[in-house]
């Protein structure tokens, strides 16, 4: 390759990509009797509805939105803020009948986000995906990676499961206007399909 004038020939690395990890994630918030125990799993070893509901580039608010036919709202069951680090442990209901439908924990890089986005999400009032929807925030949801749980006492609590069956849920990323700003894990509630 010719170097022309002022044209370096130091190639930039390339940015580290963040991977939220299981542990590390739910560590912030973790459950009076602990994280869950979980592992990796394959997008294609998911019993179905699981994989449709977690295989996607799409906010969860929206997919589960979808799948029960209901909106849902947010319960902030606990919150931890670091200067513009600010993450939260959340229960997604069905807006019909207070049912629990998702687990989530993110951590957000506040600093990434508009001052009426942030305040919206410390808020605590909306989904996260809808606040970011209804602002029109420039964003990207990319899984990177899916576990299989299985739920602790205060997972089997939220979701009125009585036994140890086990759950299935994601990490992911969101970037904001091209840049890392959240990180999330999401775990659904048992569903039981109709045959």
Known sequence: ???LPGMS???AEPAVQPTPDYDELYALLPDADGIPAAGPVGPLDMPSPY???LVHNHHMTVTVEQFYGDRVNVRVLETRVDGDDYSRKI???LAGSGKVVQFGIVRIDLAQLAPLVREQIVAGQTPLGRV????DVLRQVRPTGFVKVTPNAAMREWFHAAGDE???GRLGV???DGRPAIEVLEILAPIVELT
Do not use: E, G, K, P
């Not at 970011?132 to 602002?135: A, E, G, H, R």
């Open 1 to 3: 390759m010719a170097v």
């Open 91 to 93: 229960l997604l209901t």
């Open 132 to 135: 970011l929807i209804q602002n």
């Open 166 to 168: 086990a759950l299935y």
């Open 9 to 11: 020939t130091h190639l």
């Open 51 to 53: 994989r449709s509901l």
């Open 174 to 176: 969101i970037d904001t």
